[in-house]
């Protein structure tokens, strides 16, 4: 089997005006699609961070993949991802997922990995999840992931979309929101993104939560780096209960040296609240350092930007070597990315805590997989007997996606332009911010 062509699809999706620190998401967010199809016909899928960069990135190694052996591609771009030692220059704190140009050949590499291992999966009547390695569950359980968010559902002019969720910029807000999502899909734990508003503030919106949710449901607290090791220490202790039992406190500053000290200081005060990050820990090369500080008890990982599904897997092996768990990090996405998210994890045991996703923040208007939206049931995505990924594209949609791409005006991710535009035109991010 060899291939024959490589399509890439760049397409826009509305995105509702949720807040981190890095600042306000864009009206749309934006994908690439990416096709291999075999000289026989069959079509291998994946879905990637879009714009322009990463689009003309794929092309940049079409030469390669035309006539090239999907079983064999993988390990012949392997220099993609391998030999990445240092690491530590790497890191996510100012730059925004997908923005980070010394990881461009990771995602590039893991776009073309997935597409692949679809195909192949076509090919032989198999799922990928039994390709690399084999499933251990067969659902794969995900977190709500509630945001502070402005008024409005996302898309621009006469693609407004409604706003399912409200505005939510206060504790009882989030409160809300949180249930809505539970009510919709039965989430079985929340990963809340912080460092918008004051500490105080976000204390109280987790407290909030806990009371409402009771003692079942773990809770996890992400600030984006927006706080001091002061700040980070002081919430550590304020939530040092409300985080128990199954919740993290993650990248609460900046580094992997802030990380430590914090963890450090929470542990003398016998706080055993662990430290997470996909922000300063993104690469191997990062590794030795955080487990030499002792600054990150959990990784989060993603096969976007870490090279790939195997990569992951990998991960996986040297975290539980040194006894560091293990969740997904996540982006506005897609169903074709929710499925790879959900086949990776599916295959690799030591992800035991509920993946992240964006996906209840994405609507049926703009989903691309023939069938209509992924359905998450009981806070979990099924990973059935369908070969490949289990989806094909509806191509109505990604026709629509383009045209949406077409007619917007955004080529990149920029969280802080858009503060600027509509919260405060001085608006810069400032880490610490608090």
């Known amino acids: 089997m060899r291939i024959r062509d490589l399509r890439v699809h760049s397409i826009a999706m509305a995105d509702p005006p949720l807040r981190s620190s890095y600042g306000l998401h ?121 945001f502070y968010k402005h008024t409005g559902g996302g898309g621009e002019d006469e693609d407004i979309r409604k706003d399912e969720y409200g505005e939510a910029l206060s504790p009882e807000g989030i409160v809300s929101q949180v249930q809505k999502m539970r009510d919709k899909y039965n989430f079985n734990s929340i990963k809340f993104k912080g460092g918008v508003l004051e500490p105080s503030l976000e204390i109280e919106t987790i407290r909030q939560l806990r009371r409402s949710l009771g003692r079942s449901v773990p809770l996890r607290i992400d600030p984006n780096c927006a706080w001091s090791v002061e700040t980070s220490v002081l919430v550590g202790e304020d939530l040092a209960e409300e985080l128990s039992e199954g919740g993290y406190l993650e990248d609460p500053c900046v580094g992997l040296d802030g990380m430590s000290e914090v963890r450090r200081r929470l542990l003398s005060k016998g706080i055993e609240t662990p430290l997470a990050s996909n922000v300063a820990v993104t690469s191997f090369g990062d590794i030795p350092e955080a487990v030499r500080l002792d600054a990150v008890q959990v990784v989060l990982c993603d096969h976007h930007y870490w090279g790939g599904m195997r990569q992951v897997q990998q991960l996986a092996r040297v975290c539980k070597t040194f006894g560091i768990g293990l969740s997904m990090h996540s982006n506005s996405h897609l169903g074709v990315s929710l499925m790879a998210m959900a086949h990776v994890a599916s295959a690799t045991p030591h992800l035991t805590y509920a993946c992240d996703t964006h996906y209840p923040w994405q609507s049926e208007v703009d989903e691309i997989v023939d069938g209509g939206r992924v359905p998450i049931v009981d806070g979990c995505v099924s990973v059935t007997e369908k070969p490949g990924l289990g989806v094909v594209l509806d191509y109505d949609q990604l026709e629509r996606g383009k045209e949406r791409f077409n007619k917007c005006s955004y080529r990149k991710r920029d969280d802080e332009a858009e503060m600027r535009k509509h919260i405060d035109p001085n608006w810069t991010r400032r880490l610490p911010r608090w």
């Open 26 to 146: 864009q009206p749309y967010a934006l994908r690439n699609v990416i096709e291999i199809q075999s000289e026989d016909g069959i079509i291998g899928i994946s879905e990637t961070y879009g714009g322009d960069e990463p689009a003309k990135a794929l092309e940049a190694i079409r030469e390669k993949l035309i006539g090239a052996c999907p079983y064999r591609l993988t390990g012949d771009l392997a220099k993609m991802v391998e030999g990445d030692a240092s690491g530590l220059d790497r890191s996510q704190t100012h730059n925004v997922p997908g923005e980070n140009p010394l990881d461009a050949d990771a995602r590039t590499y893991s776009a073309i990995e997935t597409a692949c291992l679809d195909l192949i999966g076509k090919s032989v009547g198999l799922p990928v999840c039994d390709l690399i390695g084999g499933r251990i569950r067969d659902k794969v359980p995900f977190s709500a992931y509630p």
